[in-house]
């Protein structure tokens, strides 16, 4: 069982460069979610998703975009890296939505540098 | 909004000692409270969920508390061990809200 599965696990842009990174899940999980994680600021949520099809913003959305097409997967866009973008980036999922005690698992997270 | 508090934000006890992690919240509406533990360099794993309608979850040498009232969970660990050096984050949505907000982390050294 792969869990939640992120890749890369490492990449360097420049700034201005656009960027997919990619989280998958075989658990069937419907709620999935994109962090990120910086020192001194902890876990920020970037997007949030319910389902195929239906996604939110979290905490700190801007420059970001993402998509839900199918259960499995949960891309997250970078249009045009800033160095502020540097960062730690960690998907999750979890099998329920909030009225659920289920877990949250965490994939082993992106290492992006903005140059 | 929710916000979730973790204090102390560094910690460092010797080896055998009992010790007591804590996490507040501003919003007594958390559905759930869960508890995590991350190494260096390396990803987020769970440690204990506490459902809406528990007060305690027990896992090994750890035991989570959950009190919506006073909006306060702990996280205790028995006998504490080198290998439980690490930090510890709390998290939890609201009623209704599919927002899952974190702690900033309690780091823990274990002096061997």
């Known amino acids: 069982n792969a869990g939640v599965t992120q890749t890369p696990k490492f990449q360097v842009l420049k700034t201005g460069q656009s960027m997919t990174l990619q989280c998958a899940q075989d658990m069937n999980h419907e709620y999935m979610s994109w962090y990120r994680q910086d020192p001194g600021m902890g876990l920020r949520l970037i997007h949030y998703s319910v389902g195929a099809g239906i996604t939110d913003q979290g905490e700190v959305p801007n420059g970001y975009n993402v998509s839900r097409s199918t259960t499995e997967d949960f891309p997250l866009r970078l249009l045009s890296a800033a160095p502020s973008q540097t960062s730690v980036y960690f998907c999750?999922?979890?099998?329920?939505?909030?009225?659920?005690?289920?877990?949250?698992?965490f994939g082993s997270g992106t290492q992006l540098s903005v140059l | 909004k929710q916000e979730v508090t973790q204090i102390p934000a560094a910690l460092s006890v010797p080896e055998g000692e009992n010790l007591v992690l804590n996490c507040s919240f501003t919003?007594?509406?958390?559905?759930?409270l869960q508890w995590f533990r991350q190494d260096p360099g390396k990803g987020l794993t769970s440690l204990l969920l506490i459902q809406s309608s528990q007060r305690e979850q027990t896992s090994g040498r750890l035991n989570a508390s959950l009190d919506k009232s006073s909006g306060r969970s702990t996280l205790y660990i028995a006998a504490s061990q080198p290998g439980d050096s690490a930090t510890y984050l709390c998290?939890?949505?609201?009623?209704?809200?599919?927002?899952?907000?974190f702690g900033k982390g309690t780091r823990l050294h274990i002096l061997p």
């Open positions: 919003d007594s509406a958390i559905y759930n």
């Open positions: 998290a939890g949505p609201r009623n209704r809200d599919d927002k899952i907000i």
């Open positions: 999750a999922s979890r099998k329920g939505r909030w009225g659920t005690n289920e877990k949250l698992f």
